[in-house]
């Protein structure tokens, strides 16, 4: 994937309408160079097409891409090779290590809670806890781990919350407005506790989402719903305890860190020697 616009304003900002004094001091218009893209921790790959996006952006052409998108790398690997005008790889180099680094993050942090949950049928779903102008990029990250996305946008599909249900004046006439004013609109309904899921299940939604229960409450509100709708847990979910919620028989479980607290893969950049 692919966001032009992101990598116009990155390049943008790390000029500041100037130019590289540095590069521009050391090293000579013509010099021209071949470098690779080079994994310094083992991972999930995602980005390496905006790598590729980024140097084209400043003029480079001789592009080689090694690894895709969701591949599995290991400390060592090359994961792109571009060859071209020196200064432009220099400028090119913290946007695409940037962009890079931090959506291979979150595709490696996916694909750990991927297959903390692996032999079950629960999927492991983001949420809207993503970095402002970034969505589409990390829930695409997201994808490449493996995981799930859940609504891009407010748009998509309704989340009726505690917020919404107090305003409203209760979870009936939520449900009951949503459903009027955007009747094609899948609804999903927070709930807290057992008795507030027994309320909300004859509205019919399409997902329920189990806010901070326990694996043992979660599987509780399993047997209670019977399959008449999806259920969703969330909130206070580890790591340590994503196969347990997994195997409580909820259908999600919904990580907002996949986005929001997802380290950065180690990446570098290294001229090779004349």
């Not at 790398?73 to 946007?95: F, H, K, M, Y």
């Not at 409580?248 to 990446?267: E, K, N």
């Amino acid at each position: 994937m692919i966001d032009k616009n992101l990598i116009a304003a990155a390049l943008a900002e790390d000029l500041q309408g100037g130019e590289d004094v540095t590069s521009v001091s050391t090293i000579s218009a013509e010099s021209i160079s071949t470098a690779d893209f080079t994994a310094r921790k083992s991972g999930r790959l995602a980005g390496i097409e905006m790598v590729k996006a980024v140097l084209e952006e400043v003029g480079l052409t001789d592009i080689s891409i090694k690894k895709s998108d969701g591949d599995a790398i290991s400390a060592g690997d090359v994961l792109l090779t571009v060859s071209g005008n020196t200064r432009a790889i220099l400028l090119a180099e913290r946007t695409a290590l940037n962009f890079v680094g931090h959506l291979s993050g979150i595709a490696t942090e996916t694909s750990k809670w991927v297959a903390a949950v692996a032999g079950t049928n629960c999927k492991v779903r983001d949420t809207r806890k993503t970095t402002p102008g970034y969505r589409q990029l990390e829930k695409y990250a997201v994808r490449m781990g493996g995981g799930t996305n859940h609504r891009m946008s407010l748009s998509d599909a309704a989340l009726i919350k505690d917020n919404h249900i107090a305003a409203a004046g209760g979870v009936s006439q939520a449900f009951s407005a949503v459903r009027s004013a955007f009747p094609s609109a899948p609804i999903e309904i927070e709930v807290d506790t057992l008795d507030q899921l027994r309320e909300v299940l004859p509205l019919k939604p399409d997902l329920i989402l189990l806010d901070n229960m326990s694996p043992a409450t979660c599987a509780e509100a399993v047997a209670i719903v019977n399959g008449a709708t999806k259920l969703e847990a969330s909130g206070g979910i580890t790591l340590e305890l994503a196969k347990e919620y997994a195997e409580s028989g909820v259908d999600y479980i919904a990580i907002g860190a996949l986005t929001h607290s997802a380290a950065v893969l180690d990446i570098g950049l290294d001229l090779r020697a004349e």
